[in-house]
């Protein structure tokens, strides 16, 4: 999965940020078609520690708003549910995150202790 912000971080640092209070979140949208809806999730996005996880999220919310509601029947509880998800700072997936940068593997020519 890809991670919008992370580009230039090394794993340690993305530990170092994510022990700080930083979070991995990803955002739900719906786009209805007049009888098809789809509900699909975001890209992961990095939040520095101290940021709003809202607001990155809002481009998610906006088209959420504007393409979301139309199908029927979906598309209105669809819109709801992504609304309050969004709303709440996106789906956290900082856990699994932080297992996966705790459990790489050592890169190359760094020594470790047994």
Known sequence: MKVQGIENMSSDQLQFELQRGAKIVC????????VMTFRRVSDAYYIPAGE???S?????????LL???WGIP???IFTVQSLVVNFK???????HFAAAVTS???RPGIATTP
């Open 27 to 34: 955002y739900n949208y719906c786009v209805s078609i007049v």
């Open 52 to 54: 709003s996880a809202v």
């Open 56 to 64: 990155k999220g809002l481009p998610w919310t906006a088209l959420t």
């Open 67 to 69: 393409l979301g509601w």
């Open 74 to 76: 979906w598309g209105p």
């Open 89 to 95: 700072g996106g789906k956290d997936l900082t856990p």
């Open 104 to 106: 790489a593997p050592p």
